[in-house]
């Protein structure tokens, strides 16, 4: 029985525009940070304000299809990497990158020609958009068109006039059809089809009849056509503008004996459509029972297509079947590549070479054009070189010469030659390489693994890139030559083979593979040692240019997965962190050349997040080691006082009241500093929180010497790296961070200045780790999930001219307050700041009042109430130390003028205001649960805020909570004191906000108000997935 669909039209279709049907292709320049256009025949680039343009990038998604553009000598492939497409020549070495997907790309299509390139991501706010080969700009984007639903599948027909997207909704399969050269922003047909989530394997149109597509499943095909809607007038057909979806599922007269769908092709001579099984079957479908050539089939047609046999062909699985110059080419789970006729009889297979898995076939786009030779020398002699041949008539270009006696011959009793023309194999874990049919080689074209990447290191002199992976490879990259020196798979040289036992039966020999994972490697400062640390918490080292063993057995200190590795400044004392909280130090011996364990130590209750070597040393000749953890404690060990594989503490400190610290790195002082009027010998660092701030830290105090609005995107700051550059004679300094996803440059001194830093998206999911190469300013990142390492060129004029746009003294500033300059905030600012003038000259004071530009700094904290900043003792304290020294003044100044009150205000306050979810979640600590949600008792209420934290006493906590539940002072005067019986008995979490708080409006985020205008993002960025953290007071 047919099931036949029909679809709902699009009403507001447009007309139809030719299109083109040119077929030259050439490639031209797109970097991630240019746009391309077209002037006179020759691309011509204009930069984005990017911090970063893409230069390359290594590895490739194995889970989207390798497409081969070869064609008119052209050697190119597209596939997708990350969140692009790219389109890499093999032969010239160069690739060209297509941006513009938030997301992981997951869908490539093109047509018939490889004019037009379709990249479609799937994640949320998708889009999709078509690519011109020849100028490799975006010719049409859609964005979100399945909606709020992600795209599964996207489809072009052969001639590019129609487009289908596919996406799976909550109760079917969703199909949107378009003519997408009309410029329409809705689809011209839809259909919805029902089957289950992730149920469609394949969906294509017909190569040679385009109002025809397919769709395959696991166990059934679907044909359907477009057509436009026909309505009957006056009783007379009439065909509209309008279109619509048909489609029906062919039915089979066999079960699953066969095995599940794999693979289709369309065979273009035939018109006869062949399905490919798990279990090495090919079914075939067609119009005629009898097998007949040149079929000439309609669109309307696509009723009569049937189920006719079955044929078992294989004994392993098909992966891919393909059908080109008249022949059938199938490939098998085992790496079998084998061509039949369009009766599917046995002509060749391949010989010459063997892989691991067939996953994809993609063949030239250009027919072969060739000429046979067949001299009486029966070889390439003298003659042979002067041998010319014609231009082919059909393709356009020179023919090939070929040799007769080096022509493979087919399977037939006759031996005739067979030639096909050459393809692009994708396999399961030997990379993408190009198959030269009549010499029978396969050249690698992308040497890439499909396990991610979960850490690298940069060389620090060398063009090296050393690389782990999820499967316990190591690998050593040529980041200039964008080639793959070597590997070394650690899970086979720790293979473990135990021999049979003399009484046993069957004499096996058992095998132990660990399953060992590369978690981090680390080159030191030299270049002359190379650290990797296994998720087993085993640590080796490595040669550092040749990655083989240096260590035969394995540094078995710790049993938690190595997530961090630091050397000293000498790169002769090395740290690692792990899982398990705890820091391992190892001591290299100049004399036997060897690492010798020191100690251990687990002083933090929580990750630790930073690790870090400091440039001056203990009395004991050593070099100073800290660490920085989510329990926001910073300790110091002492590595000289170790003895007995104990690691010494010399300080444990809380570094943080409220925020996490993210990141941390050595901070100098700056060099025009004049010694006499400032301290230039600060011991200092500088930390990234998750509270968007940075914080200069005095490790030898543990006082915050200054606090500075960092960038405020969706996630924090976890990523820091101090950058020096020397241009035009003059030396500058930059700040080299990366957020979740996004990696940016900020120009220094830190002031909080939005407009002086600079970011754009820099994976797709997260960023697991960047490595910059100063000397050539180069930045390296992975990110999750992915196997493909980003190359990218720093782009330091960006931060310049965005810098330059936001103008001087308090201009770029006014993007952080509400409304900025004109708005409410900002004047109640100034007002605020010549008010408290009059409170220090004294409020009934009769002698003149003298407006000054500045007020005294011991003002500060009752201003910032005023403004609704309500900082805690210790931020007072770190206020007041920054308002006076300004980091670096040996002599506290007393007073402090607009501009710089302004600077401290909004780089002191919270980043995005008070946020509802942080005060919830606070309350939750200490509160109970009912059915109507958190709730603590009145006498709970007193002593959390009398007995926890920065506590005030009784009679404060009295005072303040009559006046904020809105007793007046004659009130007060007939209450008794530390009667607190006007609060309720039981405290919800809504009286706490509306009642004592008096937030009038509550929101989900308040981050909205405080938009910051100045971090500008090159690329679309994701909203935040930020959690919910505990609030611990100190």
């Known amino acids: 029985m047919n099931h036949v669909s029909h679809s ?48 390359w990038i290594h590895g490739y998604n194995n889970k989207v299809e390798v497409i081969n553009l070869n064609s008119y000598g052209s050697t190119i492939v597209f596939y997708a990497a990350a ?38 991501d799937s994640g949320p706010e998708n889009i999709l958009i078509i690519w011109d080969s020849i100028d490799l700009f975006p010719q049409r984007t859609f964005f979100s068109p399945h909606g709020a639903n992600k795209i599964a599948k996207v489809a072009l027909s052969a001639d590019a006039k129609y487009l289908m997207t596919m996406a799976y909704t909550a109760e079917a399969v969703s199909l949107y059809w378009w003519i997408w050269s009309f410029g329409e922003a809705l689809p011209h047909a ?51 503008d309008n279109f619509e979806l048909i489609i029906r599922m062919v039915p089979k007269d066999i079960g699953t004996e066969y095995g599940r769908f794999m693979c289709h ?45 079955v044929l078992k062909l294989e004994k392993k699985r098909i992966n891919v079947i393909k059908s080109i110059d008249e022949v059938i080419i199938t490939g098998n789970n085992i790496g079998e590549i084998r061509f039949y006729d369009n009766q599917l009889k046995l002509l060749y297979w391949v010989h010459g070479f063997q892989v691991d898995s067939i996953r994809t076939l993609s063949f030239n786009i250009q027919p072969r054009s060739y000429k046979i030779f067949d001299p009486k020398c029966k070889k390439r002699c003298l003659c042979w070189e002067k041998v010319r041949t014609e231009i082919d008539k059909v393709t356009g270009v020179v023919q090939q010469k070929l040799l007769k006696m080096e022509i493979p011959t087919d399977a037939t009793t006759s031996g005739k030659p067979f030639l096909v023309r050459d393809f692009i194999i994708g396999t399961y874990n030997q990379g993408v390489g190009f198959v030269d049919f009549v010499a029978e080689k396969m050249q690698t074209i992308l040497d890439n693994k499909i396990s991610p990447i979960l850490c690298f290191t940069v060389h620090p002199e060398k063009s090296f890139i050393c690389l782990g992976y999820l499967d316990g490879i190591v690998e050593l990259y040529n980041y200039v030559q964008h080639k793959t020196i070597t590997r070394l798979s650690l899970r086979k040289h720790f293979t473990t083979i135990i021999p049979a036992k003399e009484d046993s039966i069957n004499n096996t020999v058992e095998i132990i593979t660990p399953k060992l994972s590369v978690t981090c490697v680390k080159y030191s400062p030299s270049g002359l040692h190379l650290a990797c640390g296994l998720n087993t918490g085993e640590l080796l080292f490595l040669d550092p240019t040749t990655i083989d063993l240096l260590t035969p057995k394995a540094f078995f200190d ?19 962190a792990d899982t398990g909280k705890t820091v391992c130090v190892y001591k290299y011996n100049c004399n036997t050349f060897k690492w010798v364990f020191i100690g251990k130590h687990r002083a933090h209750y929580k990750d630790i997040t930073s690790l870090i070597f400091l440039p001056e040393k203990n009395p004991s000749g050593d070099y100073k080691l800290v660490s920085l953890g ?14 007995d594989e104990y690691l010494e503490i010399l300080s444990l400190d809380r570094m943080e009241q409220s925020a996490i610290p993210l990141a941390g790195i050595v901070w100098p002082s700056p060099k025009d500093l004049d010694p006499e009027q400032y301290r230039t010998n600060l011991p200092m660092i500088l930390v990234a929180n998750d509270e968007h701030k940075y914080k200069i830290v005095n490790y030898g105090t543990t006082m915050t010497l200054s606090t500075v609005l960092g960038p405020r995107y969706d996630t924090p700051v976890c990523k820091i790296r101090l950058v020096n550059r020397v241009e035009e004679g003059e030396e500058r300094q930059y700040l080299l961070f990366a957020t979740r996803d996004v990696i940016g440059l900020q120009k220094l001194p830190l002031d909080g200045n939005p407009w002086k830093h600079v970011g754009m998206l820099g994976h797709p999911i997260k960023i697991l780790s960047m490595c910059f190469r100063e000397d050539e300013g180069v930045l390296f990142t992975i990110g999750e999930k992915d196997s493909t390492m980003i190359q990218w060129a720093a782009n330091f004029r960006s931060v310049e001219s965005w810098t330059k746009t936001g103008g001087g003294d308090l201009d770029p500033y006014y993007c952080l307050i509400e409304d900025m300059r004109p708005g409410w905030l900002f004047q109640e600012i100034r007002d605020l700041f010549y008010y408290i003038q009059i409170l220090c000259q004294g409020t009934f004071s009769p002698a003149m009042r003298r407006v000054k530009d500045y007020i005294p700094i011991d003002s500060l904290p009752d201003l910032m109430r005023a ?66 949600g958190p709730y603590m008792l009145r006498d709970e209420f007193i002593d959390m805020l009398t007995l926890n934290g920065e506590h005030f006493s009784r009679e404060l906590t009295w005072y303040l909570l009559s006046i904020l539940c809105g007793h007046s002072f004659e009130d007060r005067a007939m209450m008794l004191d530390e009667d607190f019986s006007f609060l309720p008995q039981e405290i919800t979490f809504q009286d706490f906000v509306n009642e004592i708080i008096g937030m009038q409006e509550i929101t989900e985020n308040l981050s909205e108000t405080y938009s910051n205008v100045g971090s500008t993002v090159s690329l679309f960025l994701s909203e935040s997935s930020g959690s919910e953290e505990m609030i611990e007071n100190k």
């Open 8 to 55: 709902m039209p699009n009403m507001n279709a447009g007309h139809a525009t030719s299109m083109d049907s040119g077929d030259t292709r050439t490639t031209a320049n797109l970097s991630c940070s240019s746009s391309m256009k077209t002037s006179g025949g020759m691309p011509k680039l204009d930069y984005k304000l990017a911090p970063f343009n893409m230069r």
């Open 83 to 120: 969140n692009c497409g790219v389109l890499y020549n093999w032969t010239r070495h160069q690739m060209r990158i297509l941006q513009g997907h938030r997301h992981v790309v997951t869908a490539l299509a093109t047509d018939k020609k490889g004019r037009w390139l379709i990249t479609a």
């Open 190 to 240: 839809m259909l919805d089809i029902d089957l289950p989530r992730d149920s469609i394997l394949e969906m294509c149109f017909n190569p040679s009849l385009s109002d025809q597509f397919f769709i395959m499943t696991k166990l059934n095909i679907w044909i359907g056509i477009s057509r436009k809607i026909i309505i009957i007038e006056r009783g007379l057909p009439k065909e509209t």
């Open 265 to 309: 092709t369309f065979v273009e001579t035939t018109s006869q459509i062949l399905v490919a099984t798990d279990r090495g079957a090919i079914l075939v479908y067609g119009y005629t029972i009898e097998y007949s050539e040149n079929v000439d089939i309609s669109p309307a047609d696509f009723e009569q297509l049937r189920y006719i046999k």
């Open 558 to 576: 710790t049993s938690h997965c190595i997530r961090q590795i630091s050397y000293s400044v000498d790169s002769l004392t090395l740290a690692m």
């Open 630 to 643: 989510k329990d926001r404690i910073m300790v110091e060990y002492d590595i000289g006082a170790s003895t």
């Open 867 to 932: 403004l609704g900043f309500f900082p805690s003792d210790y931020e007072v304290e770190n206020l007041l130390v920054e308002a006076k020294h300004k980091v670096y003044l040996r002599t506290p100044v007393t007073e402090i003028d607009f501009e710089e009150f302004v600077k401290l205000y909004l780089n002191h306050r919270p980043a995005f205001g008070e946020n509802y979810k942080r005060i919830r979640t606070s309350f939750r600590i200490f509160a109970d649960m009912n059915e109507d």
